[in-house]
């Protein structure tokens, strides 16, 4: 309802009360966003964490968020020792704390994140439940904010108490409280107006998250600006000082790095590519034929699921692989785990049949390929010797694009082959990854393999044939980029 105030609702509305409004007012201008992954993660993290204090009650959710307060109170009447989702409504405020516990001075209140540290707006999270408890007349001991321990690493069932830590925040959560009354006032005031709020763009519109309404509130912005400048800090200190479009940059000879520069300038003054040569032709002269092209898909889960893995993984389940000779001919190989298996024994052995140990490989962003290659390494030692030739012998493809030895336009200051390829090869159908079905991203392809299997065999055959033909252009994707390398280098084959 308009006039309560949720644990959630509030969140939005101290990072930016018009995000608020927006929601209330015109929710159909929001960008769609998949936050899928992250509340699925959270969902899989509180459930689990449950059971850290042993035996618990759970408030079940009801949108009558009364009937949870009533539901909460007799559980506490009962003494019960630790309830799950215990609600609270007071002054219109509501939150379900994920666990109160239970103590001699009063109870524990225990938030629960998926993350790996505590981030600053947990801490406002527990404010406005301390302070949403404490006017319902709950006695708070102790506030805590439960994470995962990124050191924890499994061996037989999970242990809870070495999967998580308990870090205590009473102190902080109980400043923060203070702030609750001013900050409710404003939100309220502010959703009461029929009139659109005015308010500027700045750092709050995507920290701590990008607000779903920042296209509909930059519409005033020219393009291009400071904020089509790749990795750039400062667009909102440059915005607000009057530097915004790419004119106002080069005529006030405003300070960036040379990286940035270049993608100013070659949009402002509509330069050609720029092209070392020599550059160039020096990374070509590292890498030897036959040339393996080599690309991972993995996925990472909060909660480790095999011996050996630790919070946030990255699991190996899938990779491509095109084998190019120096008169050009391609061979392509490649692996796709099955699901709802460990898949790291048999992606390591294949890597192992399908790359000898003293071949050129060749990665895009070859630090993740190396980290995946190390860890499988580190899990079998009669394996270990063949995966670190591998490993030495991968070289980068994105190097001449990082440094802009190659730079086009097109590529808005980024080296992603995603943003470089279409900038070689601009509007061929082939090399489109929008132009694939059902995959298109990295995080897609990770989240198309875990729900494998909740499909039928038929639903399941496709989306591998999807996942195949994802990873299959990626490397494909490899071999025409350093074709293109080759190319201005003047090293055509």
Same mark, same amino acid.
């Given at each position: 309802?308009?006039?309560?105030?949720?644990?959630?609702?509030?969140?939005?509305?101290?990072?930016?009360?018009?995000?608020?409004?927006?929601?209330?007012?015109?929710?159909?201008?929001?960008?769609?966003?998949? $936050?899928?992954?992250?509340?699925?993660?959270?969902?899989?993290?509180?459930?689990?964490?449950?059971? +850290?204090?042993?035996?618990?009650?759970?408030?079940?959710?009801?949108?009558?968020?009364?009937?949870?307060?009533?539901?909460?109170?007799?559980?506490?009447?009962?003494?019960?020792?630790?309830?799950?989702? $215990? &609600?609270?409504?007071?002054?219109?405020?509501?939150?379900?704390?994920?666990?109160? @516990?239970?103590?001699?001075?009063?109870?524990?209140?225990?938030?629960?994140?998926?993350?790996?540290?505590?981030?600053?707006?947990?801490?406002?999270?527990?404010?406005?439940?301390?302070?949403?408890?404490?006017?319902?007349?709950?006695?708070?001991?102790?506030?805590?904010?439960?994470?995962?321990?990124?050191?924890?690493?499994?061996?037989?069932?999970?242990? !809870?108490?070495? !999967?998580?830590?308990?870090?205590?925040?009473?102190?902080?959560?109980?400043?923060?409280?203070?702030?609750?009354?001013?900050?409710?006032?404003?939100?309220? #005031?502010?959703?009461?107006?029929?009139?659109? =709020?005015?308010?500027?763009?700045?750092?709050?519109?995507?920290?701590?998250?990008?607000?779903?309404?920042?296209?509909?509130?930059?519409? *005033?912005?020219?393009?291009? &600006?400071?904020?089509?400048? &790749?990795?750039?800090?400062?667009?909102?200190?440059?915005? *607000?000082?009057?530097?915004?479009?790419?004119?106002?940059?080069?005529?006030?000879?405003? %300070?960036?790095?040379?990286?940035?520069?270049?993608?100013?300038?070659?949009? +402002?003054?509509? /330069?050609?590519?720029?092209?070392? /040569?020599?550059?160039?032709?020096?990374?070509?002269?590292? !890498?030897?034929?036959?040339?393996?092209?080599?690309?991972?898909?993995?996925?990472?889960?909060?909660?480790?699921?095999?011996?050996?893995?630790?919070?946030?993984?990255?699991?190996?389940?899938?990779? &491509?692989? %095109?084998?190019?000779?120096?008169?050009?001919?391609? #061979?392509? @190989?490649?692996?796709?785990?099955?699901?709802?298996?460990?898949? @790291?024994?048999?992606?390591?052995?294949?890597?192992?049949?399908?790359?000898?140990?003293?071949?050129?490989?060749?990665?895009?962003?070859?630090?993740?390929? /190396?980290? /995946?290659?190390?860890?499988?390494?580190?899990?079998? =030692?009669?394996?270990?010797?063949?995966?670190?030739?591998?490993?030495?012998?991968?070289?980068?493809?994105?190097?001449?694009?990082?440094?802009?030895?190659?730079?086009?336009?097109?590529?808005?200051?980024?080296?992603?082959?995603? $943003?470089?390829?279409?900038?070689?090869?601009?509007?061929?159908?082939?090399?489109?990854? %929008?132009?694939?079905?059902?995959?298109?991203?990295?995080?897609?392809?990770?989240?198309?393999?875990?729900?494998?299997?909740?499909?039928?065999?038929?639903?399941?055959?496709?989306?591998? #044939?999807?996942?195949?033909?994802?990873?299959?252009?990626?490397?494909? $994707?490899?071999?025409?980029? !350093?074709?293109?390398?080759?190319?201005?280098?003047?090293?055509?084959?």
């Amino acid at each position: 309802m308009r006039g309560e105030l949720s644990k959630s609702r509030y969140m939005k509305g101290i990072q930016c009360p018009k995000m608020l409004w927006m929601d209330e007012y015109m929710p159909q201008l929001a960008t769609p966003s998949d $936050a899928s992954t992250q509340i699925e993660n959270g969902k899989t993290v509180g459930e689990l964490a449950r059971a +850290y204090f042993g035996n618990y009650a759970l408030v079940p959710w009801s949108a009558n968020h009364s009937a949870m307060a009533e539901e909460t109170a007799r559980l506490m009447e009962e003494g019960t020792e630790c309830i799950a989702e $215990a &609600s609270f409504l007071a002054d219109g405020l509501f939150c379900s704390v994920d666990i109160l @516990r239970k103590t001699e001075e009063g109870y524990d209140l225990v938030e629960v994140k998926s993350t790996t540290k505590v981030e600053v707006e947990h801490l406002e999270d527990v404010g406005f439940q301390y302070h949403v408890l404490v006017n319902s007349g709950i006695p708070i001991d102790h506030i805590f904010v439960m994470h995962i321990n990124n050191t924890y690493v499994r061996h037989g069932e999970l242990d !809870l108490q070495g !999967l998580f830590v308990m870090e205590d925040c009473t102190e902080t959560a109980k400043e923060r409280s203070a702030a609750v009354p001013a900050r409710v006032k404003e939100i309220r #005031e502010c959703l009461c107006s029929d009139e659109e =709020p005015v308010r500027d763009i700045d750092k709050y519109c995507e920290k701590p998250y990008e607000c779903a309404y920042i296209n509909y509130c930059r519409r *005033h912005v020219p393009t291009p &600006s400071v904020f089509d400048i &790749s990795n750039f800090s400062k667009k909102y200190e440059f915005y *607000h000082k009057g530097i915004v479009t790419f004119q106002d940059i080069v005529e006030k000879k405003a %300070h960036l790095s040379e990286k940035q520069r270049m993608q100013v300038e070659t949009t +402002y003054y509509q /330069r050609p590519d720029h092209i070392d /040569r020599k550059k160039i032709r020096k990374f070509l002269d590292t !890498l030897t034929y036959p040339i393996y092209h080599l690309d991972f898909e993995t996925y990472n889960k909060p909660i480790p699921e095999y011996d050996g893995t630790w919070p946030y993984e990255q699991i190996p389940f899938q990779y &491509s692989l %095109h084998i190019e000779q120096e008169d050009g001919s391609l #061979e392509h @190989r490649e692996f796709l785990a099955e699901a709802g298996m460990d898949p @790291r024994r048999e992606i390591a052995e294949h890597l192992v049949h399908d790359i000898p140990d003293d071949v050129c490989v060749l990665a895009y962003n070859m630090s993740f390929e /190396r980290g /995946r290659l190390k860890e499988l390494a580190g899990m079998y =030692p009669d394996l270990a010797e063949h995966l670190m030739k591998i490993h030495d012998n991968i070289r980068d493809l994105i190097i001449p694009f990082r440094r802009q030895d190659y730079y086009a336009e097109a590529m808005k200051g980024r080296s992603s082959i995603k $943003a470089v390829l279409p900038a070689l090869y601009p509007g061929d159908p082939a090399l489109d990854y %929008h132009n694939l079905e059902g995959v298109h991203r990295g995080d897609e392809a990770s989240a198309a393999f875990l729900n494998l299997i909740n499909l039928s065999p038929e639903e399941a055959e496709k989306t591998r #044939e999807n996942l195949l033909k994802y990873c299959c252009l990626d490397t494909y $994707a490899m071999v025409k980029v !350093l074709g293109k390398l080759r190319n201005v280098a003047g090293e055509d084959m």
